[in-house]
């Protein structure tokens, strides 16, 4: 016993761990009462037991273990510390009580893990408990199931996680305890009561007992989701709830039903993924190819027992399901389809979302598929598209389908309307827009109509479903010319629909209307007194800006928004409203004299011109009428110099003392730049230029002259242009200045050969460098070491020099630099940074090799070390680098840990090159490499702590300390607890924040690490923290970092307190701010004063902020104005009764402690309902009611809450009043406002509206002069809804709405904004999709392509979307948003944007063209001042590239695209949709700036088309040739100019380059450019100019005139013609055969010439152009002619005729031409139109003449031709190589029989006898082309050549059976055609076979059915010999003659090669035509005196001298 009395003076923990049981069994008993009776959960007593724990549970002695279990559970109940336990504690559980035999101690052990779970610790429970179900004992086994059995019934499916209980289930029932399969029956059961049958599909393996057993369980229970009756500690809300309910009965359905929403749970997401792709049979790819169809069964047998797993891994699936689709869609066996189909379908279903990228390949196999009858096959194939349908959309699919809704079998029409209404029941309104459902709902309304009923009775089913699922309202528009009767069957159709997931679709609509129909009684009630406040409105909105804290802000954002609207509506006036208003202001006289011939009247004319400018007002000045008068004739050719200086002297008055815009400038910029140089003149017109740059801004006017200046040759003018750019760049400063819109003309100039450029060019970068510093030399780093050193001896000159304070511009300047925010404060930094930006940047990634990768993580250090060199030796070569850099990041962040320290030393080193190169796009590695860099601080040696410090400070250089310090990495690696670490950091922040403006306010977050280190046991880190106090308060203030004390240990805060304020009298004063840091400090001490402010009014302000510190007085001066307006302009709350005036007095924001922090906790454990609706449900009103019940006070809450609106008005004014004074509280509620601010955004009443964005742009203001940040929590309740509003009907709303998205970007990051605009965009609303993209483009404009979430490919693709939006504002948007990004990143963005549409890349072609010809910073200016953003005077904005680059870019991405679209638009309809682009955007035509005015004015004389003499060259074209290749781009990108006369002077000036061999080589390179712009205009003639009634027709002739004429002269040079490519011929020739077919043409005089010039014009591009390229553009052009219904038909025949000319031509150009190719573009024709679909078309002509190019091209090449199929990928997928080797195989004798016909004579001799055999062969072939429609002249013909050379030959058996009529019209057909060789006929017609016209009745296509009947054809045939007799002999020349002879020449397909039509429009011409036929006619001779082609002249030269008689009676009927 004497032992007993040792241990009892023992205290309690140490009983606890006697080796005596009997003492451990009293340490647990006293432990027990112990635990019991503390109080308080954090009490240190608990920590003494942490360890001890573990101990009470797993003892030895049964007693005591009772005991400690007991004591366990109290601790784990009540101790504060006890989740830290959880793991050793329920291990011991699990093993040391779950196999007790008592089962008090088994019920303790499960009481033990609840509370456990209770405490919010179920993982780690849980974790254990399924642990323990691996053990070997069943007890311990059947313990743990039970346990977690409870935990799930109790705490229910959302604390406790199912999927790893229900993976382990299946091997449970395999037990062979009894026992524990009893247990895991029960835990399925309970399990299924919470998930139901999702269970299902994981336990479908158990055998069929269990399972039966299972089911019959699972059928007794009840049918509701069971409910949590046991909560956690966080849940307690939820448990008071519970408790009530219990109490009161649980009525409460609307709650069940949001809970059962969230617990339903997919079974797929409890199954684990199977990798299937290994298990497949190795010769599965052989054996799905084999020839037996078994072998192919097994293989796909195979696949679909893998494919029956429920769920998949991902992987590579694209040849699985190639072959399947293959089987599918070409597998004649139905077994093997079904079997691929259900392969597919299982694929679908086990891959879900990750099988969608296969979805394109499958659906339109699967839809063709259709046509199979068979029910077993087409249910396989409903499955396997429905399967494929889930894994994706049906906006990706939809095209797919209306593919084949106009099939022609009613099967296939059928399942696609059934497997849409199917689709459409898996859709909501959001997935199924108007743009989706319209062209589907065309599609069935044809189906409604069709004459199978199953087709019928699909649509309408599909419909139906539609109309349900977007509701009446949406379908109706589409359904309007629909009988009632269809209707009505619509409608029952719908009624019996069943949404996906069992919803009788419109319930949930129901449930939103309800909040609606609440609304309107809510706006109803006050009808009238809503006048009142809607009229005050305006008055209240004027009184807003005054109250922000700086005042001159908002006058001055308005003077500049006014400036820019002017420039934006200046239009370019025509000279009589010049002369108009120019006569209005100057005398008579002066106007008169102004072009006098005599200088001193035109000298007196100036003075009386300046005298009048000088008294003129500047409102009346007529700035641009004047300038253009001054312009006028002798304009800035004026001789006299008096003049000229007095002329350039009032230029500069206008501009100085006018409203002078850029229309204005661009009118005299020229003249001026021209005069700039002049000895007399120069100094005039600098000052002019300086005048002008004030007015419009000197970047802009810099830009201007310096290009203007490099476009000249004179050397003079380009120094001295130079010379005033460096003078006026130190009078107006750098900002705003764009440096790449020059840098090109700068190093131009420094090549310059004249010295005196060269030293301007230097001088000027001298300049620059004062502003620019050294990232300026990186532009010049390849120049010569000579001219290097130049410049960096000027620049030494330059070197601590301080570029001088602007004098110039001033106003402009100081009212940006005080309407700006934070973007100023890092303008320096920035600058730098956008001068980066223009260097020109290598893209690694390519370079850095998986090998690279694979060496840096290798384990061997020297191979690391190997890969690190590689690394850098790419970064050095590359210089500047791009910041994609493939897999470097995660490698190089390896090595920062490396073991070898000289690795990590090198590292860094690589790090520090990295930034170097990168420049400043490195802030997107900031998170991902830059915090890396920070650990290594951590280090022990010194020297890589210096280098990594280095790497550090070098990567901030270029990324600025705003990414270091968001978010919390920066203040984890601070709260590591390493010395080395905490140094080095503090140190580095101790350095850098003091040179900072402005924080992000995550820096609060380092406050509670920094405190920590003031404490730490190294004395460094101690002192390094102390040193840093005074930089974090100068950002943070006093008050908050005393205010965080609170949290710490009383002696620790005792300690740091003093601290603060030992700190607080050291405090560094913040970096000054220019013109605006005055006005932003006292938000800094609002916190310190808000103690003493809180109890009193607004007015008082002004004392409290004196009060809180003793140093600002400025701050006095700058908060007093601000407050007192704040009070004195808002005067309507102020006029309460006398009793409410008691009630409202003290504040009424109540500052509550960590209250937003606790609603956040609260809303993020969906302890309250997120912020997040349709339309506010009343839930959410009370909610929030709720919570601001303690925020606000409580009159201000009852108005804040009342029905009427006017109350809601009352309660904005009254906080509007206190906002300023009671900043922090508002602060501390801002996320409850905001949310309140939500809920009005709902309202319709415009007063409470407008009210709500007065107080929230006030509010932003204030937030933004505090530097607060939003959190995520803030923006994400109230940023959606903003958005909302910004497409409200109402322009104030949505102006406001716009200014307050641009306020946000200043208290919430850009990056994050992005996709909430991005959400904005898929608005059915077309304003709000419209606003949203405008503002995403201003987002890129100002913040970069970095801006674009998640990624700028994706961003940009979304937006490119809209840009084919029905609504013209959205097209416009997405349009302007494109070229925004294009601005910033140049040619990228077409890679960014993917595929576009042609017609939708053309209107962004225009787009970009014509914001390339605005300069970048006009278009940037005027969109801002439209849209209130606050300006930046230092950000530039990147130019795009060279202009020339533009049209290709656009044409390669067309021509991509061209091969895989073969349906192209009908051609009216895709012009005009380009013309409606550019018609409606009236002011951006209107600020087309005017070409470079070379001196080419005779070349605007009447140009008379085609017209033969050369010009002369003009002395000024030798500028525009020598100058670089962007000066022709630049004119060939006027051609396609919607001015005619633009237009005609580019034409003019390229016309003069064409017509010159030494000149023409300068347009090498740009023939396709030219082509594109040419066809552009032809366009833009067609759809707009010829439907202008008020433009003269005469303009438009001679525009045709200037295009033909120069189309004529390009295509008569082989070298230049051959440059042009497929694409551009085949859009070339669209645009001539349109022409030639537009009957307005008609109408104009000299219509016909016109036609005829055209006509010939065809011929000489079919001759001249690349034979390969024409020959695949007429295909694809006849393929796309055919293909589109709205086409005339006459244009086809046109495009055959072409292609019938070329195959005459075939046997001189074969060799020349890509035989591969065509067979390819025959291929896809075919492909397109199969022989069956050809046949089918109204005319035989197609086939025919595909047949013949087929025919020709064998004879031409023999069997040689199979070789030629190289480049078709399948030909299987056309007929082609079957029908060539058909033709091959026919006409193989037969083509050596034709090529003999023109050998000599004695080689026709020889092979008489071969001849002879195949004579009926060749015959028959012969008279199958004259019974042909299209070939009998062609038949005729060869029949003719044939007697001739065979005289004996036998007709009487081809023609015994034929008619009387076609005997005898073969008989007179070669009559005709003798008489015709005999030289007794026309050359250029036939008399056999007259032109196709009305009166004509022969063989011809269009006239077939008269002449079968064999009427009247005989008087046709004489009366047409008659006309060509009459024609021979000059007697009807009539223009109705010319018209047939050209509209219808060769309308039958062969082009003759003389039928090209004699020119009217020059005699020259004519002659040149002649030689040229005589030299035809010679060569022909000589080479073959005996074979006659059919249209070439044989007879010698009385046939020339008749012909030259001919065209000099034509010559004189001209004249």
Same mark, same amino acid.
């Given at each position: 016993m ?5 241990w ?13 049981w ?6 647990y ?14 009490s ?9 724990i /573990?101990?009470?549970v ?9 005991k400690?279990?007991e ?9 504060h ?10 291990s ?32 780690i ?5 399924i642990k ?6 069943p ?35 395999e ?63 939820l ?8 109490a ?5 359905a609307?709650?069940d039903d ?28 052989d ?19 893998l ?7 991902s ?5 699985l ?16 389809v079904?079997?691929?189909?259900k ?7 086990g ?8 979805a ?12 199979e ?8 194939l409903?499955?396997?598209i ?7 959309t ?10 084949v809704?106009d ?9 696609a ?27 069935f ?17 599909a ?7 977007v ?6 528009p ?11 069957k ?50 209240a ?5 005054p109250?922000k ?22 239009t ?16 008579a ?16 004319s100036?003075?009386e011109?300046q ?10 000045m007529?700035?641009q ?23 350039l ?15 204005s400038?661009?009118v ?17 017109a600098k ?10 801004s ?10 203007l200046a ?14 005033w ?6 009078e107006f ?6 440096v ?37 030399r990186?532009?010049?780093?390849d120049?010569k ?23 110039r511009?001033q106003?402009?300047k ?10 100023e ?10 001068i980066?930006?223009?260097l020109?940047?290598?893209?690694i ?21 190997e ?22 990041p ?17 590292t ?9 190169a990168?420049g ?9 490499l ?34 270091w ?30 040179n ?5 306010a ?9 405190? +920590? ?11 390094k ?23 710490l ?11 603060l ?11 000054a ?10 938000a ?33 001066k700058?908060?007093?104005p ?21 009630d409202?007095?003290g ?18 454990a969906?302890? &309250?309902?997120?912020?997040n ?12 009611k709720?919570?601001?019940?303690s ?7 009852d108005e ?5 609106f ?45 009210k ?11 937030l933004?002069?505090e ?14 809804y ?14 406001d ?30 304003k709000?999709?419209?606003?949203c ?11 970069g ?9 994706k961003a ?14 959205v097209?416009n ?9 294009y ?14 549409s ?15 010809k ?6 940037t200016k ?7 953003h606050p300006?930046?005077?230092n ?20 021509s ?10 009908s ?10 682009? &550019?018609?409606n ?23 008379? *088309? ?9 002395p ?5 040739h ?9 004119v ?6 919607g ?22 080589? +300068?347009?090498?390179?740009? *023939?396709?450019?030219?082509?594109i712009?040419?066809f ?51 859009d ?24 005829r010039?055209?006509n ?14 024409i ?11 055919? *293909?589109?219904?709205a086409?005339?038909p ?32 025959v291929h ?10 050809l ?17 020709t091209l064998?004879?031409?090449t ?16 056309s ?17 050596g ?5 023109n ?5 026709l001799?020889s ?7 195949k004579v009926?062969?060749?015959?028959s072939?012969?008279? /199958? ?7 009998t002249k062609e038949g ?11 005289s ?5 058996p ?10 005898s ?5 070669l009559?005709m ?6 030289g ?28 079968s ?31 047939q ?8 397909p ?38 006659h ?11 020339l ?10 010559k004189?009927?001209?004249?």
């Open positions: 004497g032992d007993d009395s040792e009892m003076k023992l205290p309690i923990d140490q009983k606890c761990e006697h080796k005596v009997k003492a451990r069994l009293n340490g008993e006293e432990a027990l009462k112990l635990f019991q009776r503390i109080s308080d959960e954090k240190p007593e608990w920590g003494k037991y942490l360890g001890l /573990k101990k009470f797993t003892e030895s002695n049964a007693v005591a273990q009772l400690g279990l004591a366990a559970l109290v601790f784990v109940e009540n101790a510390v006890a989740g830290k336990t959880t793991g050793e504690v329920v011991g559980v699990v093993s040391k009580v779950f196999n007790q035999p008592k089962a008090r101690a088994k019920e303790l052990g499960t009481d033990i893990c609840l509370m456990y779970v209770e405490i919010e610790k179920a993982e429970v849980q974790d254990e408990l323990g179900l691996d053990n070997k004992n007890k311990i086994v059947v313990a743990c199931i039970e346990t977690l059995r409870k935990a799930l019934s109790e705490f229910g499916s959302k604390i406790i996680t199912l999927k790893p209980v229900v993976k382990v289930l299946p091997k449970l029932f037990s062979r305890e009894k026992a524990v399969r009893d247990e895991a029956k029960l835990l399925a059961v309970e399990i299924y009561k919470w998930i139901r049958d999702a269970l299902r599909t994981p336990l479908q393996n158990l055998n069929s007992v269990q399972l039966k057993e299972l089911e019959e369980e699972w059928v007794k229970l009840p049918t509701g989701i069971p409910k949590q009756s046991r909560f956690l500690r966080s849940q307690q809300d448990k008071a709830k519970f408790e009530q309910q219990q009161a009965g649980s009525d409460e609307d709650g949001d809970e059962q929403t969230d617990t339903r749970v997919d079974p797929y997401e409890l199954l684990e993924a199977v990798e299937i792709l290994s298990k497949l049979p190795k010769d599965f790819y054996k799905i190819e084999a020839k037996k169809w078994q072998e192919r069964k097994e293989a796909l047998e195979a696949v679909e027992t494919t029956k797993i429920p769920k998949l891994e992987g590579d699936y694209g040849d399901v190639r072959a399947l689709k293959k089987v599918v869609g070409k597998d004649a066996n139905v077994m093997l079904t079997l691929a189909a392969c597919l379908a299982g694929l679908a279903t891959l879900r979302k990750k099988f969608g990228t296969y394109g390949l499958v659906v339109p196999t699967v839809l063709e598929k259709f046509k009858k068979k029910p077993q096959v087409v249910q396989a409903q499955e396997a429905d399967a494929v349908f889930l894994t994706t049906l906006q990706n699919i939809s095209e797919d389908v209306l593919a809704m099939n022609k079998n009613p099967s296939i029409k059928q399942q309307s059934l497997f849409l209404a199917r689709s459409f029941r898996h859709c909501t309104p959001s997935t199924l827009p108007k743009s989706v459902l319209k062209p589907l709902c065309a599609a309304l044809k189906q409604v109509n069709d004459s199978a009923p199953e087709v019928r009775d699909a649509a309408f089913e419909l139906g479903t539609a109309m349900k699922v509701g009446e309202k949406a379908v109706n589409f359904l309007a010319d629909l009988d009632k009767l269809k209707l009505d619509i409608k029952e159709c719908a009624d019996k629909v069943e949404l996906a997931g069992g919803k009788k679709g419109g319930g949930g609509g129901e449930k939103k209307e309800k909040p609606a129909a609440k609304a309107p009684p809510v706006e109803e009630p006050p009808p009238k007194p809503a006048a009142g406040p809607s009229k005050k409105a305006p008055a909105k004027a009184a807003g800006p109250k804290g700086k005042p001159a802000s908002a006058p001055s954002a308005k003077g500049k928004k006014a400036a820019d609207t002017k420039e934006v509506v200046e370019e006036l025509s000279l009589e409203v010049c002369e108009e208003k120019s006569a209005a202001v100057l005398p006289s002066c106007m008169q004299l102004l072009d006098s011939a005599n200088w001193k009247e035109r000298l007196a100036m003075e011109f005298r009048a400018v000088e008294q003129m007002d500047k409102s009346e007529p700035c009428a004047l300038v253009r008068m001054l312009a006028k004739k002798p304009g800035w050719k004026e001789t006299n110099f008096q003049v000229m200086q007095m002329k002297h009032i230029v500069g008055l206008i501009a100085g003392k006018g409203t002078f815009s850029k229309t400038a661009l005299v910029l020229d003249g001026l730049v021209d005069k700039i140089g002049d000895v007399k003149c120069g100094g005039n000052e002019a230029l300086t005048n002008i740059g004030e007015a419009c000197l970047p802009w006017t810099a830009e201007q002259v310096v290009s490099f476009a000249q040759k004179n050397p003079k003018n380009q120094a001295e242009s130079l010379n750019l460096a003078n006026a760049m130190k400063g750098f900002a705003g200045i764009n790449k819109a020059f840098i090109n003309n700068v190093k131009t100039a420094l090549g310059a050969t004249n010295p005196a450029v060269r030293t301007s060019a230097i001088a000027l970068l001298g300049v620059m460098y004062l502003y620019m510093g050294a990232p300026l990186m532009f010049f780093e120049e070491p000579a001219l290097l050193s130049q410049i960096d001896a000027e620049f030494e000159k330059m070197q601590g020099q301080s570029p001088p304070a602007p004098t511009g106003t402009k100081g009212a940006e630099e005080d309407g700006e925010d934070a973007d404060e890092d303008g320096v930094d920035r600058g730098a940074g956008d980066m930006d223009l020109p940047r290598t893209d990634s390519d370079k850095i090799t998986s090998d690279m990768v694979a060496k840096i993580s290798d384990k061997n250090w020297k191979i690391r070390k890969g690190l060199d590689e690394v850098s030796a790419v970064i050095s070569e590359a210089k500047f680098i791009q910041s994609n850099i493939g897999d470097l995660m490698a190089l962040k390896g090595r920062l840990g490396d073991s070898n320290k000289l690795l990590v030393q090198q860094l080193n690589i790090f520090q090159q990295i930034a170097t990168m400043p796009s490195l802030k997107q590695h900031v998170r991902n830059g915090f890396p860099i920070i650990t290594v601080l951590g280090d022990s040696k010194p020297n890589i702590r210096a280098t990594a410090l280095a790497t550090l400070n070098s990567w901030v250089e270029q990324t600025g300390m705003k990414e310090l968001e978010g919390e990495d920066l203040s984890e690696e601070l709260k590591r607890e390493n010395p080395f670490l905490r140094q080095e950091l503090l140190g580095w922040l101790s350095e850098r924040l003091p900072m403006r402005t924080v992000p995550d820096l609060m977050l380092f406050i509670p690490h920094l405190y +920590a280190c003031l404490e730490d046991r190294n004395g460094d880190v101690r002192k923290a102390q040193d840093a106090l005074p930089t974090f308060m100068m950002h943070l203030g006093y008050d908050k970092m005393n205010k965080a004390t609170s949290k240990k009383t002696s620790s805060k005792d300690q740091v307190v003093a601290m304020e030992k700190a607080r009298a050291v405090m560094p004063a913040k970096p701010a220019p013109a605006k840091a005055a006005s932003s400090k006292p800094q001490s609002a916190p310190a004063a808000k103690p003493a402010s809180a109890p009193a009014k607004s007015q008082p302000v002004v004392e409290d902020y004196s009060g809180g510190e003793s140093k600002p007085d400025k701050k006095v700058s908060a007093g601000a407050a007192k307006k704040g009070v004195v302009g808002k005067k309507a709350p102020a006029k309460p009764a006398a009793k409410d005036e008691e409202k007095s504040p009424i924001f109540i500052l509550v402690p960590n209250s937003k922090e606790q609603r956040m906790k609260e809303e993020k969906l302890k &309250i309902l997120k912020w609706f349709i339309t506010p449900r009343d839930e959410y009103v009370e909610q929030l709720t919570q601001m019940a925020c606000l006070a409580k009159w201000l809450q804040l809450f009342h029905f009427d006017q109350h809601h008005v009352k309660a904005v004014n009254a906080m509007i009043e206190h906002m300023e004074a009671e900043a922090e509280a508002v602060l501390g509620c801002l996320d409850l406002i905001l949310k309140w601010f939500t809920l009005r955004f709902f309202d319709t009443n415009t007063s409470i509206l407008i709500a964005m007065e107080f929230l742009k006030l509010l932003f203001t204030m933004s002069r530097n607060y940040h939003l959190s995520e929590y803030e923006a994400s309740s109230f940023i959606p903003l958005i909302l509003k910004v497409g409200e009907s109402k322009d104030v709303v949505r102006k709405v716009r200014a307050i998205l641009t306020m946000l970007c200043n208290v919430y990051s850009a990056n994050k904004m992005f996709p909430f605009l991005m959400e904005g965009t898929k608005s059915k609303n077309s709000q999709r419209c606003e993209l405008e503002e995403l483009g201003c987002l890129i404009e100002n913040y392509m970095n801006v674009c979430q998640p990624t700028p490919a940009l693709k979304d937006i490119a979307v809209h840009i084919g939006d029905r609504d013209t504002t097209r948007a997405a349009l302007n948003t494109v070229v925004a990004a601005n910033v990143c140049g040619d990228q963005v077409f890679k960014l944007i993917g595929n576009l042609e017609k939708d890349m053309s209107m962004l072609e225009e787009r970009i063209k014509r914001s390339a605005k300069t970048p910073a006009v278009s005027q969109e801002k001042a439209q849209r209130e300006t930046n005077p950000a530039t904005f990147l130019r795009k590239p060279a202009q020339e680059d533009v049209p290709n870019k656009l044409n390669q991405a067309r991509q695209n061209a091969h895989s679209e073969h349906t192209a638009p051609i009216p309809r895709e012009f005009q949709l380009d013309l409606d682009m &550019i018609e955007d009236h002011t951006r035509v209107s600020e087309f700036p005017d070409l470079v005015q070379h001196k080419l004015d005779e070349l605007l004389e009447p140009v008379s *088309i085609p017209e033969p003499k050369i010009r002369s060259v003009s000024h074209f030798d500028d525009l020598n100058s670089t290749a962007s000066t022709i781009n630049f060939i990108s006027q051609v396609a100019s001015d005619i006369n633009a237009s005609i002077q580019a034409l003019a000036q390229i016309d003069e380059v064409l017509r010159q061999e030494d000149k023409a080589e +300068a347009m090498s390179g740009h *023939i396709d450019q030219f082509l712009a040419t552009m205009q032809l366009r833009l003639i067609y759809n707009t100019h010829m439907a202008d009634d008020r433009l003269d027709k005469k303009d438009i002739f001679k525009l045709y005139s200037c295009i033909i004429g120069n189309m004529l002269s390009l295509f008569s040079m082989e070298s230049l013609a051959r440059e042009a490519s497929m694409g551009v011929l085949k070339l020739m669209h645009g001539l055969i349109t022409l030639m077919l537009d009957s307005r043409v008609e109408d104009i005089e000299d219509g016909q010439q016109l036609i010039s055209v010939l014009l065809v011929v000489r591009v079919l001759e001249k152009s690349d034979q390969t390229n020959l695949s553009a007429l295909l694809v052009l006849l393929q796309d002619s055919l *293909i589109t219904t086409g005339s006459m244009f086809s025949e046109l495009v055959m005729k072409c292609l019938w000319r070329m195959i005459r031509f075939l046997p001189e150009t074969i060799n020349s031409i890509n035989l591969d190719r065509i067979l390819l573009d896809n024709f075919m492909k397109v139109f199969p022989k069956e679909k046949k089918q078309l109204k005319s035989d002509v197609p086939h025919r003449t595909l047949k013949t190019l087929l025919h064998c004879k031409l023999g069997a040689k031709i199979l070789d030629h199929l190289s480049m078709i990928e399948n030909r299987n997928e007929e082609l190589e079957a029908h060539l080797r058909r033709v091959v195989k026919h006409s193989g004798n037969l083509s029989l034709k090529s003999d016909l050998t000599e004579k004695g080689a001799r092979d008489d006898k071969l001849i002879k055999a009926s062969d060749i015959l072939e012969i008279f /199958k082309k004259i019974g042909s429609k299209e070939n005729l013909t060869e029949l003719y050549e044939y007697k001739q050379k065979y004996d030959a036998d007709l009487e081809f023609l015994r059976n034929t008619s009387q009529f076609f005997q019209y073969v008989e007179r057909g009559r055609i003798e008489s015709e060789r005999e007794k006929s026309r050359i250029q017609t036939s008399a056999v076979i007259p032109q196709h016209s009305t009166e004509s009745y022969t063989p011809s296509h269009s006239s077939m059915q008269v002449n009947n064999g009427e009247d054809l005989k008087p046709a045939v004489y009366y047409e010999r008659l006309k060509i007799l009459r024609q021979r002999h000059g007697l009807e020349n009539s223009k109705q003659q010319q018209q002879q050209q509209l219808q020449e060769d309308e039958r062969p082009f003759s090669s003389l039928s090209k039509p004699p020119l009217a429009s020059s005699t020259d011409m004519l002659h040149s035509k002649l030689s040229q036929l005589k030299e035809s006619r010679e060569s022909h001779f000589q080479q073959d005196p005996r074979s082609s059919p249209g070439r002249a044989s007879s010698p030269a009385a046939n001298d008749d012909l030259k008689k001919r065209l000099e009676r034509i004189s009927n001209r004249q």
